[in-house]
């Protein structure tokens, strides 16, 4: 195309720019630029109003205590911006068909009708207008709640500056400032981050090879009642996890649990369970191994399984030991397998909320620390930032720092699977 060409071709196209549907209307899509030009008219007189409010709720959240509710105008300006992203990609789409149009335009092609327009834009784009029910559902009851989340982390939010009696502030940095500033909040922050990321490596590994064991023994070709066997370790699997950790609470009872009684048989003295730092904090490693053993010998089990006896004859025919086949045959195809499951469960176990609640609360008590007990992950100190001290803006800061880890495990995870790789 000449420069004049490119020239005609802007200028058509910053019609659409200056007012929706112009371009169109000019390279003769009458129909299309009404509608277009339409839209733009009633975004102006209807949508642009509630969204200069929603804009100025979310800069200032409110001007005067009793009248506005700093978090209602929070929900609502984040509102008004996944709606303003939402109207400035139909602005963007605008423009660009804009710029299609006016090159057939000016190479003198005859301008599609309505009905042709519609057909074209349906054959590409009907996966898109399938997906957008789900999409904007998501955006709506997913993406907004974790905005707003992460949105609070940079607002005064706590029990003194709670709407509607008293406005929010944004404090831009000032809570992480705190949490790692504060000597009282930064010990209780390093103590809880640390124990975070023993229990989370630790839990994994432990069921693994627990797991891993219990499916090596069981693939012994010449165990009998080998189907019985697999049936009695599922069933840990089988039993709501809510029921197993209640019921692991009632065992491990320094008082009256089954488990010390059993100790006490043997002439041993009562463990404090979930009174001790130290051992609640093995009992919370022994109850995580009892619920997640049995997927992770399934797991391995099936990947066992699956490897070739090729592969075990020509190792035996080279010499190689057991221990040598163990070391260099067999787990490394079954990690091969599972890696990408085991990552994801690092993650889960990052946030395992429900076992810390239900087993030991997230005690015992430990002195000096702000809120979190002896077991508290960031997760269930978060929970009690929330709901004991009404520290909304920290429970907020650190569920931002939880969430950064953790999704970038989720992404590293993604990226390596082999669906990503062929999209």
Not at 191 to 217: C, D, E, H, Q
Not at 310 to 319: P, Q, S
Not at 354 to 376: E, K, M, Q, S, W
């Amino acid at each position: 195309m000449s420069r004049g060409g490119r020239l005609k071709r802007g200028a058509i196209t910053s019609l659409s720019v200056l007012c929706m549907g112009l371009g169109q209307f000019v390279t003769g899509e009458y129909v299309k630029g009404t509608l277009f030009a339409a839209v733009h008219v009633l975004l102006l007189v209807f949508v642009v109003p509630l969204l200069r409010h929603s804009w100025w709720g979310l800069i200032t959240l409110g001007t005067e205590a009793g009248r506005d509710h700093s978090t209602f105008l929070l929900v609502q300006g984040l509102l008004g911006l996944i709606v303003t992203v939402l109207l400035g990609l139909l602005y963007i789409g605008n423009i660009k068909d804009a710029h299609t149009q006016a090159k057939r335009f000016l190479e003198g092609k005859r301008a599609d009708s309505f009905l042709q327009s519609l057909k074209r834009f349906w054959i590409s784009g009907e996966a898109y207008l399938w997906l957008s029910p789900g999409t904007l559902l998501v955006l709506f009851v997913a993406v907004l709640p974790v905005f707003f989340g992460m949105s609070l982390a940079f607002t005064s939010y706590d029990l003194y500056h709670s709407p509607p009696a008293n406005l929010v502030r944004w404090v831009g940095l000032q809570n992480f400032s705190d949490l790692f500033g504060i000597k009282s909040w930064r010990g209780t922050m390093f103590s809880v981050l640390k124990w975070n990321i023993v229990w989370a490596v630790v839990s994994t590994i432990t069921a693994f090879a627990f797991g891993f064991g219990i499916a090596l023994l069981l693939n012994q070709k010449n165990l009998r009642f080998r189907t019985f066997f697999r049936t009695a370790f599922i069933l840990p699997w089988a039993m709501p996890s809510f029921i197993s950790a209640l019921v692991w609470t009632g065992l491990l009872n320094t008082s009256f649990g089954v488990v010390n009684q059993v100790l006490g048989s043997f002439g041993l003295q009562p463990i404090p369970w979930l009174s001790n730092v130290m051992w609640a904090r093995v009992a919370l490693i022994i109850v995580n191994i009892w619920m997640g053993f049995p997927f992770q010998m399934v797991l391995c089990l099936g990947v066992l399984q699956s490897i070739p006896q090729d592969l075990y004859e020509a190792a035996r025919v080279d010499g190689a030991t057991d221990a040598q086949t163990f070391w260099h045959l067999t787990l490394p195809s079954v990690l091969y397998s599972v890696a990408p499951l085991l990552v994801l469960q690092l993650g889960g176990n990052f946030n395992n909320f429900g076992l810390i609640y239900l087993l030991t609360g997230g005690g015992p008590t430990v002195f000096g620390n702000r809120g979190a007990g002896g077991t508290d992950l960031l997760i269930s100190w978060m929970y009690k930032l929330t709901f004991n001290l009404h520290k909304f803006n920290y429970a907020a800061a650190v569920g931002l720092m939880i969430f950064i880890p953790v999704a970038l495990i989720s992404i590293h995870n993604l990226r390596q699977t082999r669906s990503f790789k062929e999209g």
